[in-house]
């Protein structure tokens, strides 16, 4: 009887001993994934930061800049239209042979 509790007993505390072993890792495991886990978080985090601050920079940019835009923007408007309209007036002119044209139409 005192035989089999000892071997019991030695296979009880064999168990456990497995069992902590077993816990023990995958304790560890879990904190390095938690540990990961937060690092990409923290990246994330500071990617988003800089694509703010970025976004801020520029916006800030076309803000003090603005009256040269639409200086910029509104010469090259003014630029299409008149090439526009001068386009329009040549093509609008009445076709005249070369006596005319010497004679300023008059012919």
Known sequence: MQRE???AAS???KAAEH???VATKESAAAGDRA???IESGRQAAVAA???VAATAVTTWKVVKKRKALAASVGAGLI???GAAFAA???TAKPRTGPLSR????RI
């Not at 010497?102 to 139409?105: E, I, V």
């Open 11 to 13: 296979k009880g505390r």
């Open 35 to 37: 540990k990961a886990s």
């Open 49 to 51: 930061t800089e694509n």
């Open 88 to 90: 329009g007036r040549a």
């Open 19 to 21: 069992t902590a072993r």
């Open 5 to 7: 509790s000892k071997a």
């Open 79 to 81: 630029g299409a239209v």
């Open 102 to 105: 010497l004679a300023h139409g």
